[in-house]
C-alpha cells in the first residue's frame, strides 16, 4: 500500500490511579504513552509505535497530601538521553500535592531543565486531590444524583473540612451548589 493512503494518526493517553492505604495514605500510578498508527517506520511490518512511555508512581500522606515517594520509570522513549531526567523528580519528596504544586513544577521544570512528559504526569499529580476527596467523602456519603442536587454530597465535603469552595466555577462560594451544601450543614449542625 502506498504510504500516502495509510490514515495517520496519534493518541496520547494519560491514567491515573488512586488507592488508599492505612492511616490517612494513599498510592498513585499515573501513566502517559504517546503512540503512533500508520506511520513510516523503520521496521516494515509495524503498523503502530510507542514513542513515549513513562510511568510515575508514589505515596502521599495526611490532609495535606505530602509526598512520602516518588518515583518515575521510562519505560519507552526516542533517545538514551530522555531517563536523564528521572532522578530529579525525588527532590519533590516531602512536598504537599495541595496548593502551589502546580506552580512549584512549573518553576522547577521549564524548558531544558525538565522533560515535557515528566512534567505533563508531574502537573497531574494536583489531580489526585478530586480522586482522594471523591474517596473521602464517599466513604460518609452515597454518591449520585439525589446527593448531588439535594447539597448533601457537597456539604459532607465541608463537614470533613475539605472545604472545595471556590475549587472551580460550580462551586464559587456565592453559587447554589454551595449554598444549598450551606443549607443542609446548618439543618445538620443547627446554627452555630
Not at 512549584?104 to 521544570?109: A, D, H, T, V, Y
Not at 465535603?157 to 451544601?181: E, K, M, N
Amino acid at each position: 500500500m502506498d504510504p500516502s493512503e495509510v490514515e495517520r494518526f496519534s493518541r496520547r493517553t494519560k491514567t491515573l490511579e488512586v488507592e488508599p492505604l492505612s492511616q490517612g495514605r494513599i498510592r498513585f500510578e499515573s501513566s502517559l504513552v504517546d503512540q503512533s498508527f500508520g506511520g513510516d517506520y523503520e521496521q516494515a511490518e509495524a503498523t503502530s509505535l510507542v514513542v513515549h512511555q513513562f510511568v510515575m508512581d508514589g505515596i502521599a500522606s495526611g490532609d495535606d497530601l505530602k509526598l512520602e515517594a516518588l518515583s518515575v520509570r521510562a519505560e519507552a522513549h526516542p533517545f538514551p538521553q530522555c531517563p536523564f531526567i528521572l532522578p530529579v523528580v525525588e527532590d519533590l519528596i516531602g512536598l504537599s500535592l495541595l496548593s502551589g504544586w502546580r506552580q512549584k513544577i512549573l518553576e522547577r521544570f521549564r524548558g531544558s531543565a525538565g522533560c515535557t512528559h515528566v512534567t505533563t504526569l508531574l502537573l497531574g499529580l494536583s489531580e489526585v486531590t478530586t480522586l482522594v476527596y471523591f474517596q473521602r467523602m464517599n466513604a460518609h456519603q452515597a454518591y449520585g444524583p439525589r446527593s448531588r442536587a439535594s447539597g448533601e454530597w457537597i456539604a459532607t465535603s465541608l463537614d470533613l473540612g475539605q472545604s472545595l469552595r471556590g475549587a472551580c466555577h460550580v462551586l464559587d462560594t456565592g453559587g447554589s451548589v454551595v449554598r444549598r451544601a450551606d443549607a443542609v450543614r446548618e439543618r445538620r449542625h443547627g446554627a452555630g
